[in-house]
């Protein structure tokens, strides 16, 4: 069983940037798509970004140019780079993996934002 190992959350004030990591443990085949997803206390689980295997991105309008998201496919690792980050991008972030027969999640990584 394929486990997704996220790094790169912590506290940070606002204004500040961090960059969170998501590798598998194992071979991914079939990839389909790649995502960044956060839940913040009390609410649901909301998607933040997501890359297509063609590359091609899309972002919720939150973070619309303030994050990034990329893959590195000869890591198999994909990124997601938050800049000027917000008190309401506090929240525990993760990984998702979408292959053409299954669905990957990462245990999450807390990002706390101090303002």
């Known amino acids: 069983q394929v486990q997704l190992v996220e790094s790169g959350g912590g506290l940070v004030q606002a204004g500040g940037s961090l960059r969170l990591s998501c590798a598998p443990s194992?071979?991914?085949?079939?990839?389909?798509?790649s995502g960044w997803y956060r839940q913040a206390p009390g609410k649901q689980r909301e998607l933040v970004a997501i890359?297509?295997?063609?590359?091609?991105?899309n972002y919720a309008d939150f973070v619309k140019g303030r994050f990034t998201i990329s893959r590195d496919n000869a890591k198999n690792t994909v990124y997601l780079q938050m800049n000027s980050l917000k008190p309401e991008d506090t929240g525990v972030y993760y990984c998702?993996?979408?292959?053409?027969?299954?669905?990957?999640w990462g245990q999450g990584t807390q990002v706390t934002v101090s303002s």
């Open positions: 998702q993996v979408q292959t053409v027969s299954a669905q990957y």
């Open positions: 890359i297509v295997s063609g590359g091609i991105t």
């Open positions: 194992g071979t991914i085949f079939s990839l389909v798509a």
